[in-house]
């Protein structure tokens, strides 16, 4: 009898002619020799005794027993990494470990530590499960490089063919990672309404489109931040940088970012109640506006699934993720790219407004001049107030604008205050830094005592000189000044001409818009060249 992997049954083989040994019931070749129980032994040219034959693997196991070691190995310690992170749930690891196998059996683990490995299929593992953790968290257990890990990541993505799976596409949800940050923050009661304020902060600021681009750790820092002094507890910034790892600078800029929009002038009683609005109605579609004026095509993933059409292209699970990962499409504000071409919009707006203004003013100018032959009874009724005046030169009212991010001139923080010198500490600060840098001031103070001799020694050498070599000199830096004056000229148009210009329709024309903007050589003429492109092949 011998055992059938195929059939997962021993199984009577039946010997063909040329020595294969096969099951009876799939065909499938179980031994492709001859062999014997009992050794048998032969003698070689040097008249030495050899054991006769062959070391053959085990037919019921597919893989040696080292491969199933170094198997249980990665899953003992990848339990290790969920354990120390806090989940107890071996089914993460169970998960991990078939993306392991993959990564093993295409010689991923080769010249990659071990241990980057298994966490980086961990991490997928709790992307996929929605669990709050991110890979500075696996960094920070293991004690390496979140670069270095975040590189293995994306390589084992690409491996693994997960360039195109939600794990890697969607956006990192901030929410999920509320309850954690409040709980390592706040040791005892009172968290409750911590994260629930700030998960409503959060909803806020994906309606905003705070989301995008931004990872979850500054958003969350930001709310949890706004939210634990709401309720009257006492944390620092630097508490909640140590929590959610991110720098100051960044926490300061989402708070920056968030006081711009038109939700940091609610109270935390308003946030809630928002909130909980639009948990009731979390599917809005204003005035049915986007059901009516899109396609019915279907553009999602289900495309080719037979799903129904529901709204903005997606059916509606992928709208209900849409919905939930940036916070509905009412009250909140437009998006960055429709705010920056409405600015646009607006300033040629002013500008054409600006230029109707200056041609009507000009005609007023001629009616001026002959206005004192019109009798003096005849009532003002050219012109405009000063109210309804376009302003000049192209300008327009930048009270349009909203405020920028970058903008750091509003913040009211006394951390902040802190860094900014009164005129004391700045005339202290400077006699100190001169102290310090003495050398250095003292090396450019001769640098520029050398400069100025220099020039005054090439002057003295034409003030005796003729009027002929005064104006060869006038002449020559006349010529410099106007060939600097054409280079700069000849490359500001090239630019344009690159930035206005559309993309090449093939090959050829590439390359003939790169002969046209860069002379490679002289010698060649690029006239001829450019006709090749045009011979029939």
Known sequence: MVYCGHCAKNVAGERIDDGYLCCGSCGRVL??????????????????????????????????????????????????????????????????????????????????????VQAACLYIAFRHNNKPYLLIDFS????????????????????????????????????????????????HGGSKLVSDTALSIVASMKRDWMQTGRKPSGLCGAALYISALAHGFKCSKPDILRIVHVCEATLTKRLVEFENTESSSLTIDELNTMAKEHEKNPIVMPNGEFRDCTSKDLLCEHKDNGVPYFALGLCEACYKDFDKLSGGLGGGLDPPAFQRAERERMKKTSEEIVNETCDSEASNGLFERHREDLPADVPECIGADVEHRATKDGEYDESYNEEESENFSDIDDQEVDGYLHNEEEK???????????????????????????????????????????????????????????????????????????????????????????????????????????????
């Open 31 to 116: 031994e492709d020799f001859y062999f014997a129980e009992e050794p048998s032994f032969v003698k070689n040219a040097a008249g030495q005794s050899k054991l006769a034959g062959n070391y053959v693997r085990t037919v019921q196991h597919e893989f040696s027993a080292a491969r199933q070691r170094t198997l249980d190995r990665a899953y003992d310690e990848m339990k290790y990494i969920s354990f120390g992170l806090g989940v107890n749930d071996e089914s993460m690891a169970d998960q991990a470990l078939t993306f392991y196998k993959i990564a093993l059996d295409r010689n991923f683990t080769r010249g990659r530590k071990s241990e980057q």
């Open 140 to 187: 920070n257990y293991l004690r390496t490089n979140v670069y270095v890990l975040g590189a293995v990541f994306l390589q084992l993505c690409e491996v693994l063919r997960l360039g195109e799976h939600p794990i890697v596409q969607k956006p990192i949800d901030p929410s999920l990672f509320i309850h954690k940050y409040t709980n390592n923050l706040i040791k």
């Open 427 to 537: 005339h202290f600060k400077k006699i100190i830094w001169e102290k310090v840098n003495r050398e250095y001031l003292e090396e450019q103070a001769a640098k520029e005592a050398a400069a100025a001799a220099a020039k005054k020694a090439f002057e003295a050498n034409f003030e005796n000189c003729s009027e002929d070599l005064l104006a060869a000199r006038e002449l020559a830096a006349s010529a410099a000044a106007a060939v600097a004056k054409s280079r700069k000229e000849m490359k500001q148009r090239r630019a344009h001409e690159a930035k206005n210009s559309g993309p090449a329709q093939s090959a050829a024309e590439a390359t003939l818009q790169m002969l046209r903007t860069k002379r490679l050589s002289s010698k060649v003429n690029y006239d001829r060249l450019g006709e090749l492109f045009n011979e029939p092949m």
